[in-house]
């Protein structure tokens, strides 16, 4: 077997029969991204690779600062051409990471290539790919139709206007691209800076002041209606842990008040402002029957230095070691209670909560619609062949994962689409292991359901997207 040939993973004649006879071909609903709207709007043609690849990709950055690259190369201001001979110096260094994968993937997907990436390739590869991307056939709206992407929703903030989602939808655009809704900068009290600074912003989208802890849920109201409006049928929160204290209306209103004062309020209490919006929240998920996702677990901006110089999301954050259960557990059985639990997807990034997650979602399954509550695929630092492996044989054992609406790119590059690839290849590899070891029995058709329904058709139906 070559590296990355047709049966790539494919480690079986079943797993290879399950992958290139039912699942290759099928489309991409990707349910969870970063993808720029605005690029998609305006149907962008990248000037080269290091802007289509490297910009914004905090997966590389980090990998090429621990090979010794200068910041100046990563989200710096040296030429791109340089900047892409960095990375190509990295690439031979990251073997067994999943950028290794990743990377040749991409390349050979989307514009042929197959030569391995360093630094003796790497003028001639980035020359080619350069001049691809700048063709009508490598435009944005083109990359995603190749690549057969149905559904894309991105990951917006209240307070954005969704002006790129209109014109994406008034121009007819194959693709269906739906905005999500991530209310998370509403639950600053942490930061009172950063929270009045989201205060300013809230009250420009909705042009009423916001001098109250009621007022705020307006605004935020306001917001959700207008999301729902556009299409929007799905919510996203991206937090260390959950927050489910009990909390007394007066403590809220208090908390908002010091807040809004530039004083930061006992950590007590800033947990009772953080349960009582994220519980009204759902709520209104539920009210609209949106899916509600939470992202749990990340530890955020740990370089405190780079963190002031470059700011967030540039590739400071890890794996976090909180305790998740009891406070989850909590915030599900308050909505259940009256029967307000919205259609959840839980992730978890601490596989040492795998189990955790897998045990929680048949809590609140409760026969409705089936895998109401979903264990989310493997997320992040997780999302390449260990971590998804691990995710999907824990969701195996204590669950049904013939229900599971499978993956997503998470991902700020249009490139990332092979991620949806490398995932099926591993589902089809597990149960073709399991067939051929007589685990599993060798009825062909239905292991082909199954397995095409976890890549794709479970998904459809359970965000109903059409």
Known sequence: ????????????????????????ALPIIDYHCHLSPSLIAGDHRFANLTEAWLAGDHYKWRAMRANGVSEAYCTGGKPDAEKFARWAETVPYTLRNPLYH???????????????????TASGIYDTCSGMLQTPEFSVRSILTRMKVEVVCTTDD???????????AASGFGTKVYPAFRPDNALLVDNPAAFNGYMERLE???????????DLLMALRNRHDFFAANGCTVSDHGLEEMYADDFSVDTVNRVFDQVRLGQLPDEASRRQFKSALLHQLAEWDHEKGWVQQFHLGAL??????????????????????????????????RLDTNDHLARTILYNLNPADNAVMATMIGNFNDGTIPGK??????????DQKDGMT???????????????VGMLTDSRSFLSFPRHEYFRRLVCRLFGEEVEGGELPGDIPWIAKIVSDICYYNAKQYFGFV
């Open 373 to 382: 509550v979903q264990f989310g695929s493997a997320w992040w630092f997780l």
């Open 300 to 333: 955020r901006n740990n370089n405190t230095r780079k963190w002031r110089e470059l700011g967030p999301d540039t590739g400071w954050d890890s794996i976090g070691d909180f305790a998740q259960g009891r406070a989850l557990s909590r915030f599900l059985d």
């Open 158 to 168: 209240p307070a954005d206007t969704l002006h790129d989602h209109r014109a994406i």
């Open 390 to 404: 691990q995710q999907l044989n824990t969701l195996s054992n204590m669950g049904l994962i013939s229900r599971f």
């Open 204 to 214: 420009g989208a909705t042009q009423q002041s916001i001098t109250t802890y009621g």
């Open 1 to 24: 077997m070559q590296f990355l040939d047709e049966d790539f993973l494919l480690t079986t004649k079943t797993a290879r029969l399950l992958y290139h006879d039912h699942v290759s």
């Open 102 to 120: 990743w990377t040749h993937l991409e390349l050979q997907r989307y514009f042929g290539v197959r030569e391995i990436l360093n630094p003796t």
